[in-house]
């Protein structure tokens, strides 16, 4: 069992900057891939970033790449999801999700969401143009 909370959602320009954060208890956090993904009203939820066991590989959807930075830290048992230039085309519910059965990881589908099997409540990000 894993519990995911994420946190650092609100309201900004267009143009700004948010640091989403996501707490995960449970399991041994560095022992399996974490990404992110994004549902915004009436639409499906999308990939937006993942990132392995060790942080060192990272991957990312092509609307965000270049302005989101996903991180971890085992230590903290805590990812991260650096937000810039944010647009007003961001504005979704944003959610962690945890790959405890190695799914993502062995498969390479890091961006399919059905490969991941615990998911956070969610965080809102709206950005306002």
Do not use: H
């Not at 009203?41 to 060790?54: H, L, M, Q």
């Not at 498969?107 to 969610?122: L, N």
Request: glycine fraction near 12%; aromatic fraction near 14%; include cysteine.
């Amino acid at each position: 069992q894993v519990q995911l909370v994420e946190s650092g959602g609100g309201l900004v320009q267009a143009g700004g900057s948010l640091r989403l954060s996501c707490a995960a208890s449970g399991r041994t956090f560095s022992s399996y891939a974490m990404g992110w993904f994004r549902q915004a009203p009436g639409k499906e939820r999308e990939f937006v970033a993942a990132i392995n066991w060790s942080g060192g590989s990272t991957y990312y959807a092509d609307s965000v790449k270049g302005r989101f930075t996903i991180s971890r830290d085992n230590a903290k048992n805590t990812v991260y999801l650096r937000m810039n230039s944010l647009k007003p085309e961001d504005t979704a519910v944003y959610y962690c999700a945890a790959d405890i059965n190695y799914s993502a990881e062995s498969s390479g589908r890091y961006g399919t969401s059905d490969e991941y099997d615990y998911w956070g409540q969610g965080t809102q990000v709206t950005v306002s143009s």
